[in-house]
């Protein structure tokens, strides 16, 4: 059993215009596959604020719940407007609002990785890997960092192995803030448990082989 007690530090450059630049190869038939789910309302939240906060330091958990709410509750108000134009330019107005953050994130850990982390999510393996090894090809250190987190994440998740611990071994000398393998696999499973809550939270298995 995963620890759910996470373990990360810092903060969580929730809210605001990013002023990161984003990149990498996005028109690669792994990101297109992605980026069907990426806009897929209170989930995008979730998934990007516990990625940004597991990148850059912060709560998993509490970003994730964070990120959902927000997501959660600007589609609701979308979904349930009246019909007047009043209602229908407040509603646009919070869904323009949610763009941003979503979009924010993605800046933050660069559009490959974003596209990952939602497809793994989504228990789409084969696409959030394709988008991890592009993302490591970024001269952008998070962008490739955010990458290699995503591969551990998918290969820890789907059955561990070799190629999970060569995953892990490449975050402990790459990521600054992990100093160990003992501290990479707990912010591994920790991450693992909130994406797991995500799943639940948007109608998709806890796991993806249930």
Same mark, same amino acid.
């Not at 609002?97 to 850990?109: L, P």
């Not at 559009?111 to 793994?120: E, P, T």
């Given at each position: 059993?995963?620890?759910?007690?996470?373990?990360?530090?810092?903060?969580?450059?929730? *809210?605001?215009?990013?002023?990161?630049?984003?990149?990498? *190869?996005?028109?690669?038939?792994?990101?297109?596959?992605?980026a069907?789910?990426?806009?897929?309302?209170?989930?995008?939240?979730?998934?990007?604020?516990?990625?940004?906060?597991?990148?850059?330091?912060?709560?998993?958990?509490?970003?994730?719940?964070?990120?959902?709410?927000?997501?959660?509750?600007?589609?609701?108000?979308?979904?349930?407007?009246?019909?007047?134009?009043?209602?229908?330019?407040?509603?646009?107005?919070?869904?323009a609002?949610?763009?941003?953050?979503?979009?924010?994130?993605?800046?933050?850990?660069g559009?490959?990785?974003?596209?990952?982390?939602?497809?793994?999510t989504?228990?789409k393996?084969?696409?959030?890997?394709?988008?991890?090894?592009e993302?490591?090809?970024?001269?952008?250190?998070?962008?490739?960092?955010?990458?290699?987190?995503?591969?551990?994440?998918?290969?820890?998740?789907?059955?561990?192995?070799?190629?999970?611990?060569?995953?892990?071994?490449?975050?402990?000398?790459?990521?600054r803030?992990?100093?160990?393998?003992?501290?990479?696999?707990?912010?591994?499973?920790?991450?693992?448990?909130?994406?797991g809550?995500?799943?639940?939270?948007?109608?998709?298995?806890?796991?993806?082989?249930?």
């Open positions: 059993m995963w620890n759910k007690t996470t373990t990360l530090t810092g903060c969580l450059l929730l *809210a605001g215009a990013s002023t990161f630049a984003s990149g990498c *190869a996005t028109d690669s038939y792994a990101a297109q596959g992605a069907q789910g990426a806009g897929s309302g209170a989930l995008a939240g979730a998934v990007g604020a516990a990625a940004t906060a597991l990148i850059f330091g912060g709560d998993v958990g509490e970003a994730a719940a964070r990120g959902a709410v927000y997501g959660g509750a600007s589609g609701a108000v979308f979904g349930g407007i009246s019909g007047s134009q009043t209602d229908r330019q407040i509603a646009e107005q919070e869904r609002e949610y763009e941003r953050q979503v979009q924010a994130f993605r800046k933050e850990i559009d490959d990785a974003f596209n990952g982390f939602v497809a793994l989504e228990c393996y084969e696409i959030a890997l394709a988008n991890a090894r993302a490591q090809k970024s001269s952008k250190r998070d962008y490739a960092l955010a990458g290699l987190w995503v591969e551990a994440l998918s290969e820890t998740e789907r059955g561990g192995g070799a190629a999970a611990n060569t995953a892990i071994e490449a975050i402990v000398e790459k990521d803030d992990v100093k160990s393998t003992a501290d990479a696999e707990a912010k591994l499973g920790d991450t693992l448990v909130q994406i809550e995500i799943r639940t939270e948007n109608n998709l298995p806890a796991t993806c082989d249930s």
